[in-house]
């Protein structure tokens, strides 16, 4: 089964950049979608974005369209979520996730997760 470790949280001013990576290790399947989820203090996981390996089609949450950019490298199975022009509203647990599935859009749950890494926001 797939693990997943995620990496380059940190903090960082308002307007800054930071990009964070999900090594996704012991899968074989081609149609794993990768999804990067947040969670802040008191407040529900909200899905941020994701992306298929197979083809690279990816969606955002409307809270990080224009600001926010996922991607893959699939020989280093590496998934990465750019940030830019951060807000503190972006301050939160960041974790990634993956699960199978053939949709267009992202799936409705997945069935592995990482541990998690902390960004926050703050001048």
């Known amino acids: 089964q797939p693990q997943l470790v995620e990496s380059g949280g940190g903090a960082v001013q308002p307007g800054g950049s930071l990009t964070l990576s999900c090594v996704v290790s012991?899968?074989?399947?081609?149609?794993?979608?990768i999804g990067w989820f947040r969670q802040a203090p008191g407040k529900e996981r909200e899905g941020v974005s994701c992306i298929t390996l197979a083809d690279g089609a990816t969606n955002y949450a409307d809270s990080v369209k224009g600001r926010f950019t996922i991607s893959r490298d699939n020989p280093k199975k590496t998934v990465y979520l750019r940030m830019n022009n951060l807000k503190p509203e972006d301050t939160a647990v960041y974790y990634c996730?993956?699960?199978?599935?053939?949709?267009?859009?992202?799936?409705?749950?997945?069935?592995?997760w990482g541990q998690g890494t902390q960004v926050t926001v703050s001048s």
């Open positions: 012991g899968y074989t399947s081609p149609y794993y979608n």
């Open positions: 996730a993956a699960t199978i599935w053939h949709g267009t859009n992202c799936p409705p749950a997945y069935d592995y």
